[in-house]
């Protein structure tokens, strides 16, 4: 076969597969035909064969992957569930009589669905045809109401569980339920601090996030607790059924995962929601996510087996090391270049192709390896909401009604502010990196 | 050419057809990993067959869902910079990647997954991941089928292209 410097190998690789994205050609295809291009060059047609088969064969006999189709299953049979409009109602009762109390009940709203749902998309549409109505009713500035939707529903893969940990944890050989635990507090951290910038803007900007009117709010104190509690206490049930078993050591994720697809269905019945038609649509929904994130999982695979094989892993890391810029300074450059490929790929093709890459940079660089990866993980948080390409502004720009007179632009703006919080919140998890680390050493110190 | 679209009304049939039915495996999904959950944390009698049941039935969700995925052309793709290009550029530019990199990885695949699949019917594989060593042949069928229904996809996807590609010149 041909010789040549693995830094020939990697232009070789890289500059194709950049051409093919940005001409829009489907990710998955790109990755695996200039993989095996590349790989036929320098291995023959005999070895790089075999080594596709094996790549393929196994992503599909990983028990841990078989956690996907389950928790997409979940996160659509939630959706159609009406539980969300129940739980929306209850929150709001109760923070009505806060400044901006309807972007705050968003915000929460989306952190309770998101410890049920795994999928961007499932709480982003949730949240936005629930929450969205009423806000612009209530005059709320358009900005605040379209930023607080995609926070909070970009929220739903963060906090466990989710589709995204799912595929990480594989990826970077980190157990899925550490990661659970670790992306746990982070993401209520970054909860609070949307739902306290909430409040403080709207302290400071009435107009922005009027409260809720005092004719509406009178409703005896027990009435109101019944109604939170009759609405809340099935998700939470779901809820404790997925990550409770998982963060007692009970079950592994795929287990929990199976636990928590079927309780949603029962969930869906006991609420009439359930019939064939339904179960049949969520069905098909499954299996066409389910196949789309797969086939990128099989194709990145083999794109990295023919990169790492070649050397090409060790031309990548000494670019970054070789800057010279020390132990914070690397770090810096792999956040800033995850930062910008969010702004442009989508995050499953971020994972599979960065995670091989730089996760042994971050051990060669001395970081915990769950922090690392929990780091790069609220880090593509941004990438849900940076444009030109942010599922979370594609979903609201989606459902937005033409008479509410939301345009692009509102939505870029406000999202904004989140973004930063969410660099705010990198930065805490830094100066503390117990946000992180703690709950995980806690749980497995019993 | 008549035959390319009787082939192609053909082919989408089978695509979607494939990809519902393999669409309620999932079910069998749940009901597999379930069925251990309940008999091992509740009667601490764990099966001998779920785990090696489950990842037939993922693996197969995952293949047989490939085709209805490019019929109905749901890939991930980045469309920031190429929405801007008239439909015919985007027409050109499918067509050629289509031939430089789904064609010969799809026959690849193809062709490996075939002499897999007859190997392991003549050894009569078993698989080895636990103690219940099932028969991996039925699996490593199933993968050959799939990416068959995935090239045979990406023909009819082809030709769409390239009719739609004709249908704006006249």
């Known amino acids: 076969m041909i010789e040549a410097s693995p830094e020939f190998i990697t232009l070789l690789l890289f500059i194709p597969l950049l051409v093919c994205i940005l001409l829009g050609y489907p990710l998955a295809l790109a990755l695996g035909g200039i993989g095996m291009t590349v790989s036929l060059l320098f291995y023959g047609p005999e070895q790089t064969f075999a ?28 959706e159609r569930s009406g539980v969300s409009e129940r739980l929306f109602g209850a929150i709001y009762l109760w923070m009505g009589p806060i400044p901006g109390g309807l972007a705050v009940a968003t915000v929460l709203l989306g ?10 998309g499932a709480s982003v549409v949730m949240l936005g045809l629930i929450a969205l109505p009423a806000m612009h009713a209530r005059n709320y500035k358009k900005e605040l109401a379209c930023g607080s939707i995609c926070a909070g529903g970009t929220l739903g893969i963060l906090i466990p569980p989710s589709v995204m940990l799912v595929v990480y944890g594989p990826v970077a050989d980190i157990g899925v339920g550490l990661l659970f635990m670790g992306a746990f507090i ?29 004719s509406e709010r009178q409703m005896p104190i027990s009435r109101r607790i019944n109604i939170l509690l009759t609405s809340l206490l099935p998700t939470l049930s779901i809820i404790f059924a997925v990550l409770g078993t998982i963060f007692l050591g009970i079950a592994a994720p795929t287990e929990a995962a199976s636990v928590g697809a079927i309780a949603t269905a029962l969930l869906c019945a006991v609420y009439k ?6 179960l049949q649509e969520t069905l098909y929904q499954t299996i066409k996510v389910t196949s789309m994130v797969m086939i990128i999982a099989m194709c990145a695979g083999m794109f990295t087996a023919t990169f790492l094989s070649l050397g090409c892993g060790k031309v990548f890391e000494q670019a970054i090391l070789g800057m010279a810029m020390g132990r914070w ?34 051990e060669a660089l001395g970081f915990n390896k769950l922090w690392f990866a929990m780091m790069i993980i609220v880090n593509l948080q941004m990438s849900f909401l940076t444009p030109p ?28 502010p989140f973004i930063l919080l969410i660099m705010v919140g990198l930065f805490l998890c830094i100066v503390f990196p117990d946000i992180i680390l703690g709950l995980p050493k806690l749980l497995s110190m019993k | 050419m008549g035959f390319m679209r009787s082939y192609s009304k053909w082919v989408e049939n089978i695509s979607e057809f494939v990809g519902k039915g393999a669409s309620w495996l999932t079910v069998a999904l749940m009901l597999s990993i379930g069925y251990e959950v309940i008999m091992r944390y509740g009667f601490r009698a764990p099966t001998l067959w779920s785990f090696d049941i489950s990842y037939m039935l993922g693996g197969s969700i995952y293949l047989l869902g490939l085709a209805w995925v490019l019929k109905e ?46 190997h392991s019917w003549r050894i009569l594989e078993k698989a080895s991941y636990t103690v219940w060593y099932p028969p991996i042949y039925p699996l490593r069928t199933l993968v050959f089928f799939a990416f068959l229904f995935w090239l045979l996809q990406g023909i009819c996807t082809f030709y769409r292209n390239i009719e739609k590609l004709k249908g704006d010149r006249s």
């Open chain 1, 389 to 416: 390409f942010a599922y979370a502004l594609f979903y609201l720009r989606g459902i937005a009604q033409p008479e509410w007179g939301i345009e692009t632009h509102h939505i870029v703006r406000g999202v904004i």
């Open chain 1, 273 to 278: 929601r359930l019939n064939l038609q339904v």
């Open chain 1, 186 to 214: 982070p993401g209520f951290m970054l909860s609070a601090l949307y739902i306290t910038y909430i409040i403080i803007v709207c302290l400071l900007k009435p107009d922005w996030g009027p409260p809720l009117p005092l």
């Open chain 1, 51 to 78: 080594v596709f088969y094996n790549r393929v064969w196994g992503v599909m006999i990983d028990y841990t992957f078989l956690a996907v189709p389950l928790f997409v299953f979940m996160g659509l049979m939630l």
């Open chain 1, 111 to 120: 952190t309770i669905l998101a410890a049920a749902v795994g999928i961007v």
């Open chain 1, 329 to 362: 300074g690397s770090f810096l450059i792999i956040h800033a270049i995850v930062f910008i490929l969010g702004m442009f790929i989508d995050w499953i093709g971020i994972i599979f192709i960065m995670i091989p890459l730089v996760t042994p940079i971050g």
């Open chain 2, 73 to 118: 052309d749901r890939n991930v793709r980045v469309d920031i910079i190429s929405c801007r290009f008239s439909p015919k550029t985007q027409l050109y530019i499918n067509i050629l990647f289509t031939v430089l990199l789904f064609f010969p990885m799809a026959v690849m695949l193809l062709k490996i997954s075939w002499e897999r699949m007859i």
